[in-house]
C-alpha cells in the first residue's frame, strides 16, 4: 500500500544519474530567473508603446532568429560535443540577458533596441533548447525518459511559478531593470552545470556528418516526414498553443479587468504564475502517468483539457476564478509537453535528435510567438474575450479533427521500434530484436 501511494508523487528514478541531477537543479535556478524576464519583456513593450499589438510585434520579430537558431543549432547539436555546444549557446543568452539589464538601467525606452535583444536572445534560445533536448536521452536510461521529462518540466515550473510572482512584487519595490538584472545572475547556475556534464560527442562519429548545413537540415526533415508519428505530435503542439496561448494579453487583462495600476501590479504575477502553478502541481504527481504506455491518447487528452479551460478563463471576471482556470489549463499543458517530447526523443536514433529537437523548438515555441501576434492584434481590435474564448474552442476542435484524421496518433504505444512507421497494421509477426533492428533508445 505505501508503494503504490509513493507512486502518486513525482517518479523520481532519474535523480539517480548524477549529471542529470546536477542539470535539473540548475534548471529550476535559471527558469525563475527566465521567468522574471518574460514578466518585465511584454511590460516594458507596453509601457513604452502603450499597445498589446506591440506585444505580438516583438514576438513575431523574434520568431525568424528563434527559427534559424533552432534548426541550425539542431544540426550542429548532431555533429559536436553536445556539452560544448551548450555551455556556448546558455553564455550568450547570459551575455544577452546582462545587455538587457544595461538598456532599462539607462532608461533608454526604445522599442526598436529592446526588439532587436529579444530577437538576438531568442536566437541563442533555439540553438540552446535544441541542443538541450537531444542531451537527456544520453544522460538517463531509456525506461526513465518519461519520468526524467516530466522530472525537468516540474524544474521548470518551480521556477514559473515562482518567477512571476516574485516579479509581482518585486515590481511593486523596485524597477523593471532588476528583474533582467537577477536573470542574468541565475544564468550562471546553468553554466555551472553544463560545465560539470560529462563530454557528449556524438555516437557514431563514423557515420554522423561532418558538417552543419542546409543539406543536412534536410535529412532531418526527410527522416521526420517519413514518420508520421512525430508529425502529428509536432501538429498538437502547434495546434494548442497557437490557438490557445493567451499570455500576450496578460498586461492588458491585468489593468483592464483585474485593476493593476501602470507599471504592473499583482493581478499580472497571478495570471502569469497559475498557468504554471497547475503544471507544477501535475508535474509533482507524475507517478500517476509516467508509466502510462498510451501516449498518443495522452497528447489528444491534453490538448483539449487545455482548450477547454483557456475558453473558460477567457470568460471570468474574477482574479480567483481567473487563477483557477488558468490552473486546470497548465495541467494539460504539462501533460501535452511531457508526452509530446517522449514520443519525439523515442521515436528518434540518436544521429538525428539534434535535428529534430531542433524542429521541434519551432513548432513548441514558434506557436506561442504567432499566437502573441495573432492574440495581440485580436485582442486589440475586439477585445480580449472573444479572442481568448474563441482560441481555446478552435484549439478543441481543431485536435478532435487531427485525431480523426490521423488514427496513427491515437494508437501509439511506447516501445515501439524506431523505425515502425505504426500508420498501418503489420502483415506479419514483428521479428524479435536483434542487433541488426534499430530500437527505441
Known sequence: ??????????????????????????SAVTALGG????????LQVYEITGSSAYIGLAALLALTPMVA??????????????RRMLLVTSGGIALVSVLLCAQAFAGLRSAVLLMALIAV??????????VSGAVVPRLVPA??????NALQSSAFLIGAVAGPLAAGLLLSVTDIETLYLIDAVALCATLWAVWRLPPLPPLDGGGAPRRAGPRQILEGFRYLVGRRILL???????????FGMPSALFPQLARETFGDPPGGGTALGVLNASLAAGALLTGLL?????????????????????????????????LWAASLTLAVAGAGLVLLGVFRKTILQAAAKDAMRGRLQGADIVVAAGGPRLADFAHGTAGAAAGTTW?????????????????????VLWRYRAGRPATEEVTDPPRRPADPPGPDRDRCP
Open 35 to 42: 521567468q522574471l524576464t518574460a514578466v518585465a519583456v511584454p
Open 121 to 130: 536572445q531568442q536566437g541563442m534560445y533555439g540553438a540552446n533548447a535544441a
Open 286 to 318: 507524475s507517478g500517476t502517468f509516467t508509466r502510462t504506455r498510451r501516449h498518443g491518447v495522452m497528447v489528444t487528452v491534453s490538448v483539449c483539457v487545455w482548450g477547454a479551460a483557456i475558453a473558460a478563463f477567457g470568460l471570468t471576471r474574477e
Open 232 to 242: 502529428v505530435a509536432y501538429l498538437a503542439d502547434f495546434i494548442a498553443l497557437f
Open 387 to 407: 479572442t481568448i474564448t474563441g482560441g481555446g474552442l478552435l484549439a478543441v476542435v481543431v485536435m478532435l479533427l487531427t485525431a480523426a484524421a490521423f488514427p
Open 69 to 82: 537558431g533552432a534548426l541550425w543549432g539542431g544540426a550542429i547539436a548532431d555533429v559536436v560535443d553536445r
Open 143 to 148: 525506461e526513465l525518459l518519461t519520468a526524467a
Open 1 to 26: 500500500m505505501g508503494k503504490a501511494r509513493l507512486r502518486v508523487f513525482a517518479d523520481v528514478g532519474p535523480l539517480r544519474v548524477k549529471p542529470y541531477r546536477r542539470l535539473l537543479a540548475a
